[in-house]
Antibody, heavy 123, light 113 residues
């Protein structure tokens, strides 16, 4: 079945780095844009980053720009998020998310979500 | 980029209809038809959101037609008709925005009385 599985979360000190990974299965990974969306404890959803289906373009939310890098490997059906200079406000559940793609059109909507991986930034 | 504006809470009795608004600007909601809505049940910690509306008013396969979406100017709306107990959840809107951004609303907690 269609599935996204995140890994790599944990407890990290402020200023340190962490790399999150997402493993995709059950669909043609190389056809879909992929995103990271996060949710701080008790808070709403926040878009973090997107990478196009072929990796040709990457865009980031203002709150993480310059500190994170998104990447993908279509041969392995995986996506990563390298997070540097972590801050307390980066504490959240990080979701790997698939962008809805139908008949050649990208809809900037998120149709498949992973279960999330928890990142806690604390000294 | 500021979050889209949603009411923090909404409520209705079973069988009733409720509408949740999502207000942005001409740089996001008003400028594009890429508005989507998500349902997130909080009863189960870590429950991932579920797409219920995309492209302003389209429903993914399997989403009941009790859920409908619309847009007027800079404001999008989600209507839930024939409220059921299982509709109690948090609802988030999202919109594509200028310069390849995506923005979420702050979320609305729907209570079924």
């Amino acid at each position: 079945q269609v599935q996204l599985v995140e890994s790599g979360g944990g407890v990290v000190q402020p200023g340190r780095s962490l790399r999150l990974s997402c493993a995709a299965s059950g669909f043609t990974f190389s056809s879909h844009g992929m995103h990271w969306v996060r949710q701080a404890p008790g808070k709403g959803l926040e878009w973090v980053a997107v990478i196009w289906y072929d990796g040709s373009n990457k865009y980031y939310g203002d709150s993480v720009k310059g500190r994170v890098t998104i990447s993908r490997d279509n041969s392995k059906n995986t996506m990563d998020l390298q997070m540097n200079s972590l801050r307390a406000e980066d504490t959240a559940v990080y979701y790997c998310v698939r962008e809805l793609y139908i008949s050649g059109w990208f809809y900037h909507a998120f149709d498949i979500w992973g279960q999330g991986t928890v990142v806690t930034v604390s000294s | 980029q500021s979050a889209l504006t949603q009411p923090p809470s909404a409520s209705g009795s079973p069988g009733q209809s409720i509408t949740i608004s999502c207000t942005g600007t001409s740089s996001d909601v008003g400028g594009y038809n890429y508005v989507s809505w998500y349902q997130q049940h909080q009863q189960h910690p870590g429950k991932a959101p579920k797409l219920i509306i995309y492209d302003v008013n389209k429903r993914p396969s399997g989403v009941p037609d009790r859920f409908s979406g619309s847009k007027s100017g800079n404001t999008a709306s989600l209507t839930v008709s024939g409220l059921q107990a299982e509709d109690e959840a948090d609802y988030y809107c999202s919109s594509y925005a200028d310069k390849n951004n995506l923005i979420f609303g702050g979320g609305t907690k729907l209570t079924v009385l």
